[in-house]
């Protein structure tokens, strides 16, 4: 009994000295446990609690398409912007092709092989996420750090991976959707360059976008034992002026036996992108 | 009913794999038991031949240099695993029938002839075969055309005929879906699908290879092993589910809870990786051969048997489906990791969904019936 009054006098006293007078602030200076190979431990399911899949910047709660279908389900969350300065820097040109993505982001036609990817948000289809849009949906994922010169991150959404290669001068071999992630550490933190896209992902359901010169360099920096800070750095200069930033925490999920569970959202995409061409409707 | 039955599988994806032979960029779900020739009537199965029944295959050894370990103590089998082989599922009929294991002569041969039956390069079928071969050995896994290094005659290695062994009569409700299938089936392999619903899980990129039992096909056999303290992860080339197998002791998923790839619980029996998974779904074809998920189980045993193999083995039994369980084995090759894995983008791209349903809508319009 005097054992646990003292652990957690002492538990109460770090909170203190470590809590800020207010919420959101900075986490105080953590040395996280290290592996075998003297680097941080990142293994676990992580997830981001900010609203940035709806949008990237500041959002105001909304109905989103279909309000006469789909009531409040349809409606997105108000959510703060998590980029630095709050804006993207897009070129005037790259604006308008943001807006127009916008007003079409819920319709679909994959009539024609080539005009297959031009409507629509990627996600709506339940196509591959990308990134660095895959770290916050609203969907865990988990990174998987062993031993090898490898470190996977499985995602829920799609259940979309993506192999992060340590310490490699490899190019990307081809496009793809997940992009080409080669990593390094710098001290505690896990730096991915991530280059190879496929220029088909969107950032977020406002229609944020990007071309295939897409450059992303994430930090993953642990912050606690239960959370992650997360910083990305996002530049393509056909689309942005500059390169930008986002950053925001990933939490730890702490439930008991937690796991990924499936959201293999193809089969949930099926009937808008197929339905049309079935005998009933083409009727 | 019950030889269609214990076809199945093989039905659904040579079928399939005919209509896709014609589209080079779709990529096709075929499993290689296809190539197994039908079995004899499965109410009548055949008899093992005495030499198969005298010499079971041999049991894999494990050299002790090949037990690699992790820093943290589990036997080490992370890196990139290739599943291919020419050798079918199921022994074929014929000579071969009473030999489970083949004489260097032998073997050579026997792989030869597999070699050449599976070879989409060849022009010597007519016009309609050259055009299902225009999908040809360019787009193909080139290490499908070996046999297995131990020579067996099938991945099957028990029963000891090598086969599937027979069905057990299904319940009406059972026997009514597997018709509903076929007609499905019929539809879409007559060019007149009525909508994406004919169409297979794996010409609809719900899932493929990536769901166990592992069965090797005509390309993307590639498997990377990822470990952490607790966890396995299996990463098919094949779509891009990871599999994330828990190795520390936490219980499987509540009963409510059905996935595609199933729940995965593993534990460690010396050097032997052991895998139960539970909780699949009921759609059709998650389970192999339809089975029924009530009372499916499967067990998949992983042994590094040295540095460069992996012995992967899997038993299965439903004692609504099968009159037995039954086991198969396949050896797992180490790649080059410079040997690219590649991303698979399946449902991305799948133009052939509308591409085979657009067409199905203009035959109709012109009045074509299957």
Known sequence: ??????????????????????????????????????HPDLNGIWQAMVT??????????????????????????????????????????????????????????VSSDKRWHELGDPELKCYMPGVPRATYMPFPFRIVQGSSPYILIAYEYASATRTIRMNTKQEAPTPSWMGWSRGHWEGDTL???????????????????????????????????????YEATVEDPQVYSRPWKISFPLYRRMEKNVQLLEFKCASFAEELLYGGFSKQAAK | ????????????????????????????????????????????????GAAAAKKAAPKAKVSPSAVLRTPWGD?????????????????????????????????AEFQAQLANDLSRDR????????????????????????????????????????????TVPLSPEREEARAARAAANARFNAG????????????????????????????????????????????PEMIHSARIIPVDGTPHLSKNL???????????EGTTLVVETTNFRSDDGVIFQNANPDTFRITERFTRVDADTLNYEFTVSDPTTWTRPWTARIPWTKIDPKEQMYEYACHEDNYDIVHFLSGARIREKKGETK
């Not at chain 2, 050259?130 to 080139?142: L, S």
């Not at chain 2, 059905?258 to 460690?268: A, E, F, K, N, P």
Request: hydrophobic content about 35%.
């Open chain 2, 258 to 268: 059905h996935q595609w790839l199933g729940d995965s619980r593993g534990h460690w």
């Open chain 1, 1 to 38: 009994m005097r054992k646990c009054a003292v652990v957690a006098s002492v538990a109460y006293a770090i909170l203190v000295a470590g809590a800020s007078s207010s919420d959101g602030q900075s986490f105080p200076t953590y040395r996280p446990p290290h592996m075998a190979d003297g």
């Open chain 1, 52 to 109: 940035a899949n709806w949008d990237l910047q500041d959002h105001e709660a909304q109905a989103r398409p279909h309000p006469e279908i789909m009531g409040e389900y349809g409606a997105g969350p108000a959510g703060q912007s998590i980029v630095e300065g709050g804006e993207i820097p897009y070129l005037p040109s790259a604006l308008q092709k943001k807006k127009q993505n916008f007003e079409k982001r819920a319709t679909v036609d």
């Open chain 2, 192 to 235: 007149l699908p009525d909508s994406y619903k004919d169409m297979s899980l794996p010409v609809r990129c719900v899932i493929r290879t990536d769901s166990p039992p592992y069965l090797p096909t005509i390309y993307n056999n590639d498997f990377q092993i990822f470990q952490s303290p607790g966890h396995v992860v299996i990463a």
């Open chain 2, 1 to 48: 009913m019950e030889a269609s039955v214990n076809r199945r599988r093989s039905e659904i994806t040579e079928d399939q794999m005919n209509r896709f032979s014609i589209a080079i960029f779709m990529v096709v779900p075929v499993v290689l038991i296809a190539q197994a020739p039908p079995a004899a009537s499965p109410a009548t199965p055949s008899k093992p």
């Open chain 1, 191 to 229: 730096v991915v360059d991530v280059t190879g896209f496929r220029e088909e992902t969107w950032l977020d359901r406002a229609g944020d976008y990007h071309s295939e010169g897409l450059h992303v360099v994430e930090r993953y920096t642990p912050a606690s034992p239960y959370h992650l800070m």
């Open chain 2, 123 to 166: 022009r010597d079928g007519g016009a309609d075969a050259d055009v299902n071969r225009a999908y040809n050995e360019h787009w193909m896994d080139a290490r499908r055309l070996k046999i297995t290094s131990d020579h067996r005659t099938s991945l099957i290695v028990d029963p000891p005929d090598g086969r599937i062994p027979p």
């Open chain 2, 75 to 107: 036997p080490d089998l992370q890196g990139v695993w290739n599943d291919a082989t020419s050798t079918p599922l199921q022994r074929p009929n014929g000579s071969i029938s009473s030999k489970d294991v083949l004489s260097d002569e032998e073997a």
